[in-house]
Each structure stands twice: as structure tokens, then as C-alpha cells.
């Protein structure tokens, strides 16, 4: 049955719409202004916020579970457990661990990915292992390789984003192979200590994007402008945790006036995402949660227990973004990046539906059309 949602205050595309209602069924039939059509169920939003649901292209886990589980289960767990958060797609995002675990990691998204019940997997994030150990983060150093392409071959056309540091020898030939082989893939710098020079050879490569911006990276210097010069010098798109751990908020602004519609709101979270405080793994080393912080024995940040509608919370509460602007850095700009039928309310897109307050608490969610929480 068709259903309307009336009386919201619809977000799409950056752009916040009054007096209008949303039309759907299992897919987004239109936005409309005036009468609605009789035969629909009426779903009264009551002056909230209507929009597509969120997008996170970069998290490992929450709820307990975490993608290098490598089970349906875990899987589940995450789907169902992001529900919460306005998240109604994920990218499953992989960690740097011996080679074996990541092909394990892999063939369990493939073989899943569709038998989820909550928020869907569009894909995977391969985190490392191609990375700098030199900003390894709490990516574990031990199973860091140089760029191959024969052993994750197989799971290309799957792969959504790798997250390269371009520095490391082999690197340039990696990044145009994928560049003219899969160009659905976002090629993007990330634990890395380029120089602002090999950033801008590496976004001639192919890079297009940047991974958890400022963090993994060298500070930005006056003199050594490094890779968030260089980025801050082109037009690719980055990504941010928005925690106000891992960025304070004078950086979110800088990057919110600096990158403007070319950033994306991610968690980065860990297991610990939407648990309580205690001791987690990630990527089998042990993380203390406590205060909101995930950090290693070592006092390293290892990921995030941020959720997606805090981040979304925080940056238009401490940036110049409004509500619309960044609501499209977490559905309509990472939509467009991943090639997705999903994260615009257009004729014909999945109807992935969140409903929230002006503090983006979640008040409903869809799913394909069918209503998965009502609170």
C-alpha cells in the first residue's frame, strides 16, 4: 500500500522542504505539494524532520559485534544494532589483520551481505592492508603489506572504498589499475605521511577521497602543508569522525568552511558502538572504553563508539552547516560517491526513511518501505 508521510519538514539533496509530503511504497514515488492522493495511509510526522536514511561508509562494528567476526551473526548484530542510529546503510569496513582474516572477512560480506534484516550492506571498505605503519593508528603494524592486487582480486567488484597510503613503493601502479579496472571503487588516502606533493601526484593517479581526516595523517603545517594542504588544495572528498574526541570543534569548522559539500559525516565505530563502557577488542588488540573514548593500552584512539545521528548532532551544532547540509553529508554525498539507489528521497530510490527531532533522535525508520522502529 502507498503511504504519505505529511507535516514533516523534509530534507533531500542539502535542501529543506515545507508543505510538502512524502509519497511511498517500497520505493520513493515522489514529493508533493497540495492534495494527497486517497488511497494511501497517512503517516503523521508531527513537525519532525523527514529524510533518507543515514549512510556510514566507514564502520567496523557496534553492539557487540564487529565485521572481522567474520559470522552472519555479527553481521545481523550490526544491521539490526545501527536501526537506532538513523543508519539504513553500511559500508562494511574490514581492519588490518593477517591476510587470511581479511579474505575470511570478505567472502562472509559477499555470502551475507542480503540476509541482514536492519540497516543494508552495500559493500566493503578495505581498511588497510596497504597502509603506512609509520600512521598505522590502532591498525595492527604486524600484518601492514605493500599495495598487491592478485589476492584481493576476487573481491573487487564487491569493494566499495580501499584506503591506501600512496607513499609506499608499488602504490602508483595499484591505484591506476583499479582506477581503469573498477572505477566503482573510491580510492582513498589514509593512514599515510605523504607529502603535500605525492598527495597531488596520488589524486592524479586516481585518489579521489580521504580517509578520517587529520587523524593517521601528519598535522597540518605552515610550512609543510602535507596531505590535508593538498586536500584542502582539490576538490576530493573527505571524511570526518565527528565525536569531538578525534577532531575538536575549531577543526570541525575548518573543515566545514573549507571542503563544504565535500564532506562525509562517518562513525569509524568499534565494537563498543551503542554498548556501555568496558574492555573491547578491535582487530585483536585490546581497547578500554570509558568516557566516550576508545582508545589501545598505548592511549592510541582505536575507532569510535560515535553513532551516526550524534555525528550528524555535532556538526551542525558547532560548524555553520545547517540541518539539510548535514543531513546530505551523511545520505545524498556519500550515496553519490558509492553509485547507490539509495540516500535521496528520488522517484524510483530504495525508500530508506528516518524521521527525527531537531536533536536527531530517531523517531522512525524504514527500510525498503517497511517500518523497522516506531518509537
Known amino acids: 500500500m502507498k503511504r504519505a508521510i505529511i507535516n514533516g519538514k523534509i530534507v533531500d539533496s542539502g535542501r529543506l522542504l515545507e508543505g510538502y509530503y512524502l509519497l511511498f511504497d517500497k520505493e520513493i514515488i515522489s514529493i508533493s505539494k497540495g492534495e494527497v492522493p486517497q488511497d494511501c495511509q497517512l503517516i503523521d510526522a508531527n513537525g519532525s524532520y523527514v529524510s533518507a536514511g543515514f549512510i556510514d561508509m566507514h564502520i567496523h562494528g557496534c553492539g557487540g559485534a564487529d565485521v572481522m567476526d567474520s559470522t552472519l551473526e555479527a553481521l545481523e548484530t550490526i544491521s539490526d544494532t545501527l536501526l537506532m542510529t538513523g543508519t539504513t546503510t553500511l559500508i562494511a569496513t574490514t581492519m588490518t589483520m593477517s591476510q587470511d582474516s581479511i579474505i575470511n572477512a570478505c567472502k562472509n560480506i559477499i555470502k551475507n551481505q542480503d540476509r541482514v534484516s536492519g ?61 581503469s579496472r573498477y572505477p566503482h571503487i573510491v580510492l582513498s588516502i589514509g593512514h599515510s605521511e605523504a607529502t603535500y ?53 575549531s577543526t570541525l569548522r575548518l573543515v566545514q568552511r573549507t571542503k563544504r559539500d565535500r564532506v562525509v559525516l562517518v562513525t569509524d565505530a568499534m565494537r563498543a558502538g551503542c554498548m556501555s563502557s568496558g574492555i573491547y577488542d578491535l582487530g585483536g588488540q585490546s581497547v578500554k572504553v570509558e568516557d566516550s573514548r576508545a582508545t589501545l593500552d598505548s592511549g592510541v584512539l582505536a575507532g569510535s563508539i560515535l553513532r551516526l545521528n550524534g555525528a550528524i548532532y555535532n556538526y551542525y551544532t558547532h560548524t555553520e ?36 527531532d531537531e536533536e536527531i533522535n530517531i523517531s522512525k525508520v524504514y527500510v525498503d518501505g517497511t517500518l523497522k522502529i516506531s518509537n
Open 119 to 179: 540497516a543494508k550492506i552495500a559493500g566493503i571498505h578495505l581498511e588497510g592492508p596497504f597502509i603506512n605503519p609509520l600512521k598505522s593508528g590502532a591498525q595492527d603494524s604486524r600484518h601492514i603489506q605493500k599495495p598487491n592486487i592478485e589476492w584481493i582480486e576476487p573481491y573487487l567488484p564487491y569493494i566499495k572504498i580501499i584506503t591506501i597510503a600512496p607513499e609506499i613503493e608499488g602504490t602508483e601502479e595499484f591505484i591506476r589499475y583499479i582506477k
Open 197 to 249: 606533493s605525492e598527495t597531488l601526484d596520488s589524486i592524479n593517479w586516481g585518489i579521489s577521497h580521504a580517509t578520517h581526516l587529520f587523524n593517521a595523517m601528519p598535522p597540518l603545517h605552515h610550512r609543510e602543508p602535507n596531505i590535508i594542504g593538498a586536500l584542502f588544495d582539490s576538490d576530493t572528498t573527505v571524511d570526518i569522525i565527528a565525536d569531538l574526541i578525534h577532531l575538536h570543534p
Open 321 to 356: 552547516a545547517t540541518i539539510a547540509e548535514s543531513i546530505y553529508a551523511v545520505t545524498t554525498l556519500p550515496s553519490r560517491l558509492l553509485g547507490l539507489s539509495s540516500g535521496e528521497l528520488k522517484r524510483g530510490y530504495s525508500a530508506d526513511i528516518v524521521i527525527f
